[in-house]
C-alpha cells in the first residue's frame, strides 16, 4: 500500500526559497500553493474536457453535413464505427493493459 499522506510537524522541513512546510507522498513533494495550482490545473483541465465531450456529438454532424456529407456516412461515422470499435478493440486494448507488466510495474502495483 501507499504511504499516507504526511502533514507537516511541529518542525516541518523547509524548502531553502520559500520556507513554506512541504507535504509529501511517496516521492512526490508540494507545498501549499503547489498544491493548490495542481487543484486548479486539474479542474480547468475537467471543465475542458466535460466541454469538448459535450460539444463534439453536436458539431460533428454539422460540420459533415457542410461538406455534403450523405446521410448514411454521418451514420456510419457517428454511430456505426464506434460502435464496432466498442465491441472488438476495447476489450483487447482492456485484456492486454489488465495484465501488462513493465519496468514501472503492474498486475495490482497501483495497490501496493
Known sequence: MSQ???PPDS???LDSTNKEAVYSVGTLTYTKMGLVSLFAWLLWGDFCFQVMESLNPAII???LRS???PNWAIALIMVTLPGILNMTICPWVSFK???HRGPLGGL???HR
Open 67 to 69: 461538406l455534403d456529407a
Open 61 to 63: 454532424p454539422l460540420k
Open 108 to 110: 495490482g502495483s497501483r
Open 11 to 13: 518542525n516541518p522541513p
Open 4 to 6: 499516507p499522506c504526511t
Open 97 to 99: 493493459s489488465d495484465r
